[in-house]
């Protein structure tokens, strides 16, 4: 082999891994995504649309067969910082509050999955949330 074929080689090499780096980056994300959700309260007619952030993405787990279950810990997409906004519902009768509290994702990222504050089960699918109201 020539000499300059060997000086090709580490920037070979640094491609490869920055390439393989960026595709894991694309496939592992856990991001701020906006969702709209409705919100409606018992006793009042009417219901709100409202836009918010939530976390999404992917993070990096472990397969549950080859590692025993005792030392598996799973990671999820979840909220680092929450910010509760308020909202009014219209058609609230005068002794109903019609004020609402709604949570919005401030940031995110891959962590433990902590049961007391999240669902870390994902559930049969269902539909999307529409407003009974309506």
């Known amino acids: 082999m020539s ?11 640094l491609r490869r891994t920055l390439l393989f780096a960026l595709m894991v980056g694309a496939v592992y994300t856990c991001t701020l995504m906006n969702h709209t959700i409705w919100l409606e309260k018992k006793n009042c007619t009417q219901c709100v649309a409202v836009n918010t952030t939530i976390c999404s993405g992917y993070c990096y787990t472990r397969p549950v ?49 902590d049961t007391r504050t ?6 049969k699918s269902l ?8």
Do not use: E, T
């Open 3 to 13: 000499v300059s074929a060997f000086s090709s080689m580490p920037l070979f090499i």
């Open 65 to 113: 067969h080859v590692v025993p279950r005792a030392f598996l810990i799973q990671r999820s997409c979840v909220p680092i910082s929450l910010v509760y906004r308020a909202v009014f519902i219209p058609g609230c009768p005068q002794d109903v509050g019609s004020q609402l509290y709604y949570p919005a994702a401030r940031c995110c990222s891959c962590r433990r999955c």
């Open 127 to 134: 539909p999307p949330s529409l407003c009974n109201r309506l």
């Open 118 to 123: 999240h669902h870390c089960v994902k559930n």
